[in-house]
């Protein structure tokens, strides 16, 4: 039951270039979204959300656009640097209630590499 | 900043044997969350827990598993009798709130390895 899916398992980009992670889900229930990032040996690391009914978010060189009717969402990464290289993990948030508590369900993750 | 810190980072248990994963979630936090991520896999949840009870459960989430929260401050995954198929990354999540918006905050996970 993949809800939330990453089809890229992997992304190389030159620093400097944009990067960006795409993520599909099929669940019209989920309310929030998410980009966690990853480095190895470490907990995941949350890095921006968009709320449902926003189609835009931008925080400083991250920005993620959710397309509702498309069910798509992407992370855009701009400029790119090598600190960067990491997985990102897509996650979605079911609306709490109706037997939901607000879990987190993730993709599979994608792994940037940006080059210098 | 604070942060939620699990122990021990790296755990090995033979199979059948009972481990137990730990966890301090974020003080002020009221919602804690165990999710698993076996080699090359998805991240997985597996329980979340408020107000002293497990709110909800996933179906990898069987009865040899359970969580407690001792006191004011642990949160704990116990699995009775491990399986080879337990090995993966354990990680705990808390946040501070559901029905208004944070975001869940993760450890840095426990390896655990079934051998």
């Known amino acids: 039951d993949q809800q939330v899916k990453q089809n890229s398992p992997s992304l190389s980009v030159q620093e400097g270039r944009i990067s960006i992670l795409n993520c599909d889900y099929t669940?019209?229930?989920?309310?929030?979204f998410l980009w966690y990032k990853k480095y190895p040996a470490e907990g995941p690391t949350f890095l921006i959300s968009i709320s449902s009914i926003k189609d835009k978010n931008e925080d400083g060189r991250f920005t993620v656009f959710l397309n509702k009717s498309a069910k798509h969402l992407s992370l855009h990464i701009v400029p790119s640097q090598p600190g960067d290289s990491a997985v990102y993990f897509c996650a979605a948030r079911q609306a709490y209630g109706s037997g939901n508590t607000g879990k987190l369900i993730f993709g599979q993750g994608t792994t940037l590499q940006v080059k210098p | 900043e604070p942060e939620v810190t699990q122990t021990p980072s790296h755990q090995v248990t033979q199979m059948g044997q009972e481990v137990i994963l730990r966890c301090v979630p974020i003080?002020?936090?009221?919602?804690f969350y165990w999710y698993r991520q076996i080699l090359g896999q998805k991240v997985e949840f597996l329980v979340s827990f408020y107000n002293n009870e497990i709110s909800e459960k996933s179906e990898i989430f069987d009865d040899q598993f359970s969580v407690e929260r001792p006191d004011g401050s642990n949160f704990t995954l116990k699995i009775r009798s491990t399986k080879l198929e337990d090995s993966a990354m354990y990680f705990c999540a808390s946040s501070g709130a559901i029905r208004g918006w944070r975001p869940l905050h993760f450890g840095n996970g426990t390896r655990l390895t079934v051998t």
């Open positions: 669940n019209s229930m989920f309310d929030y």
């Open positions: 003080s002020n936090h009221l919602y």
